[in-house]
């Protein structure tokens, strides 16, 4: 389990395709690694990565097939940056929501718009996606918590503070890149088990 608060911008050091489907991905991140060891969770860009081997600030993580599909992390290239967070221990504070690293979908930056003190970004939503998206509820972009400023049929818009701009890969993407997008699990419990009271389930 992860918060959203995004800890250190990484880079892709390679990736290596290990057959089946799947690639073994190095990354750097000296703070993530400072304390990781083999089989701990590490969200890169909000997607749930298990450490193999950690070596000089370099940890490495296996990537299935079905994540690299479901995912952005395929279309990522060694030197890119990514976003990485530790997963939550229960001692800390909660300074974001709840976010499982389980994307998903790959939404698509459409507009951005600065402004004084912040800047304005639009992202179209997959389909399917947007009934979990309310204005001023959660979601998770690239691993980053975040408002929803506004939301529509299939897009929504958030508002970016300075500190996220610089200190997570939403600040350089651009119009046309792709995003990794977890809604809030409470609004998908929420739905089932309203659907299970509509189908009788209910006692």
């Not at 395709?17 to 304390?35: M, N, Q």
């Not at 792709?178 to 809604?183: D, K, Q």
Request: overall charge negative; some cysteine; glycine content about 12%.
């Amino acid at each position: 389990m992860f918060t959203g608060i995004v800890e250190e911008l990484g880079e892709i050091v390679r990736s290596t395709e290990t057959g089946d489907d799947s690639a073994l991905v190095a990354i750097r991140g000296p703070l993530v690694t400072s304390d990781a060891r083999h089989g701990d969770s590490i969200a890169v860009n909000g997607v749930c990565l298990t450490v193999v081997d950690v070596d000089g600030g370099v940890f490495t993580a296996d990537v299935m097939g079905e994540t690299l599909r479901r995912t952005a992390l395929g279309a990522l290239r060694p030197g890119d940056p990514v976003n990485l967070e530790r997963a939550a221990a229960l001692n800390s504070r909660l300074g974001g929501h709840l976010v499982q690293g389980h994307v998903d979908g790959v939404g698509e930056i459409v507009a951005r718009e600065p402004a004084a003190q912040w800047e304005t970004v639009r992202f179209r939503l997959p389909a399917g996606l947007a009934r979990y998206v309310v204005e001023k509820g959660s979601i998770t972009v690239d691993g980053v918590s975040l408002t929803v400023a506004e939301a529509g049929d299939d897009w929504f818009s958030v508002g970016l503070i300075p500190t996220t701009l610089k200190l997570t890969v939403l600040g350089t993407k651009q119009v046309g890149d792709p995003v990794n997008l977890e809604a809030d699990v409470l609004a998908k419990y929420v739905e089932r088990l309203l659907g299970d009271r509509s189908a009788g389930g209910a006692r």
